[in-house]
């Protein structure tokens, strides 16, 4: 039985839909992550060289492991159509345990391999 702990859930956001549901799509075909959720309608404000921006863009909160947490961020720089993509990644400390299970062979490189 895997532990909660080895979850990760990372974090980015995009411009567009289309972006939000390509970059979605591959991570999870390369198994680097479960499931990646997406979230709309999100206002950001932020500092961008030296002037303060607005932009709409879409959260996506993507679901791995600790394990596969250098691969996905390696994939969402490659990705990215931003220059700096946000990459933040959390730590779980508890969930469902089939849920878990699920998460952990859903990221499994050496299934259907």
């Not at 979605?24 to 959720?37: H, P, Y």
């Not at 932020?46 to 596969?68: C, D, F, H, P, S």
Request: charged letters at 25%.
């Amino acid at each position: 039985m895997r532990e909660a702990a080895s979850v990760r859930i990372a974090l980015t956001t995009v411009g567009s839909a289309e972006e939000a549901r390509r970059l979605a799509r591959l991570l999870v075909e390369r198994r680097l992550a479960a499931c990646v959720n997406l979230i709309p309608n999100l206002a950001s404000i932020y500092r961008w060289q030296g002037e303060v921006e607005e932009a709409a863009e879409i959260l996506l909160l993507m679901k791995t492991t600790a394990e596969q947490l250098p691969a996905l961020e390696a994939a969402v720089r490659e990705l990215h159509s931003y220059k700096v993509p946000e990459f933040l990644a959390l730590v779980v400390e508890s969930g469902n345990q089939p849920y878990l299970d699920w998460l952990f062979g859903s990221v499994d490189r050496s299934v259907d391999q």
